[in-house]
Structures are given as structure tokens and as C-alpha cells.
């Protein structure tokens, strides 16, 4: 995978947002402190490695991008969505399907994405 297929990754979790969304919220992880966010983050990551993969560092890269997010007063949905795409940019990159050259520009690349979209991201 290339980084001009990351777009086409953000573009699958778009599509399969409202799905992922059910399987967040049906999720039981043992660490009590996961949120709904950072559960939309182990989704997308389970797009590409197992669930049990998940590490503390996964936690941690999720947890800055949405305190990023909340500081920037991004809406609720697209705070869900931003996690999902960077769960399934871990993801990917913890299954060697990215680098960390592909894995950084996919991180800079997300809120692109999202501001392409526009107010549709509140309509998910």
C-alpha cells in the first residue's frame, strides 16, 4: 500500500462508518478508561491487525489525536470518525501493509480528508 491509497482506506472507514459505530459500542475492552472514541479507534485498527494487538502506544497516539480534537472543538462525529481512520492507520502499520514514511503522510493526510468532505461529516 502506497500513500496515495490512504485516501481510498479513509474513504472504506467512511463508507463503514455507521457499522463501525455498532461495533464500538458493543465493544468490551478490559481497560474501563476506553471511551467510545478510543473504541472507534480499535475498530479501525481491527480493520487491519487483530483486536488483541492493540497496544498502550496505539492508546496513547489515539488518546493526543483526540484530545487534539476536542481542544480544536471538533464535533463528536468527527472526533468518532478521525478516531476509526487513525485506528485503521495503526492498523495498518502494525500489520507492515504501511511504513513509517506512508504511516506519517496518512497521519498528516486525515484531516484533509475530513475537511474535503465538508458538513457531510455531520450527516455520517
Not at 13 to 37: G, H, K, V
Request: glycine letters at 8%; charged letters at 25%.
Amino acid at each position: 500500500m502506497t500513500e496515495s491509497d490512504i485516501f481510498d482506506e479513509y474513504q472504506r472507514m467512511w463508507d463503514s462508518f455507521r457499522r463501525c459505530c455498532e461495533a464500538a459500542n458493543s465493544l468490551n475492552t478490559p481497560n474501563p478508561e476506553d471511551d467510545i472514541f478510543i473504541k472507534m479507534a480499535i475498530v479501525g485498527f481491527s480493520h487491519h491487525q487483530k483486536t488483541e494487538s492493540w497496544e498502550h502506544d496505539n492508546y496513547r497516539v489515539a488518546k493526543q489525536y483526540l484530545d487534539e480534537g476536542t481542544s480544536l472543538g471538533d464535533s463528536e462525529t468527527m472526533r468518532k470518525f478521525n478516531l476509526l481512520a487513525l485506528g485503521a492507520l495503526m492498523g495498518l502499520y502494525a500489520s507492515g501493509k504501511i511504513d513509517q514514511r506512508v504511516y506519517s503522510i496518512g497521519y498528516c493526510l486525515l484531516p484533509g480528508f475530513v475537511l474535503g468532505k465538508g458538513g457531510a461529516v455531520e450527516n455520517l
